[in-house]
């Protein structure tokens, strides 16, 4: 059993890692319920995000009645974004434990950002953060979903607020981990022994070089992010 705790800190990983995700996820939710409600109507927008809770099959089935399709290729559309869940379920089941009841639900919960931040590397996955990153995730799509559909009049086209650069950022920030692994959380090599020419602290060259390499991948994924905004700004233009 995890107690929660007051300080962030003593949250679990999944769910401290999930945190600065949730506003993306809620500004693309916002997308998604404006764009949504005049089409399908507020209530049935909310409950498709409730239930089918996948940006991508939702996104897709909508481009489909958007433009007069039918609601069976509609549905075909969507079911064709989500088959990308088999893979990574796939990729997952070697790193989970308990029985098919406890599998399934984990499976269930499974979305793009948890299956990142549970990646460890060399295909191995941390099933605990994966499941706590799900909270925040549903949390901000639904609601997310639910501030786009009740201020659909007032908020207007979602570009105007910039709200479609949220997307492709997102995305992005997904991405860093993966390009550099090495930095990830949770995934370190294992210690070995330190020599004395090994130690980092009896080497202030080696220890320098270190923190250099740690602060620079800081930097660039501070600078790749920056870029991605800037330019989604300015193509929007």
Known sequence: MVVMRGTPRAWPEGLRASLPLGLPVAAVGMSFGILAAPLLGGITSIVM??????????????????????????????????????????????????????????????????????????????????????PVQYVAWVGGTVVGVTGASAIGDPSRWGLDVF??????????PELFPEHAPGNRRPRRRLG???????????????????????????????ASVSWAVQHRR
Do not use: E, K
Not at 84 to 93: D, V, Y
Not at 196 to 225: F, K, N, V, Y
């Open 49 to 134: 995000s409730a239930v089918v809770w996948s940006g991508t099959a939702q996104f897709a089935a909508l481009s489909i009645l958007t433009s007069g399709g039918g609601m069976a290729l509609a549905a075909g559309a969507a079911l064709l974004a989500n088959t990308r869940f088999l893979p990574m379920g796939f990729a997952i089941a070697p790193s989970m434990t308990g029985g098919p009841l406890r599998r399934f639900f984990t499976g269930a919960v499974l979305a793009d950002a948890s299956f990142v931040i549970g990646h460890r590397g060399g295909g191995r996955f941390d099933i605990s953060a994966l499941a706590w990153a799900a």
């Open 167 to 176: 997307f492709p950022v997102f995305y992005l920030s997904l991405l860093l």
């Open 196 to 226: 004395r020419s090994d130690h980092p602290r009896l080497d202030p060259h080696r220890a320098a070089r270190g923190a250099g390499s740690r602060r620079g991948s800081c930097r660039t994924h501070r600078t790749l992010g920056a």
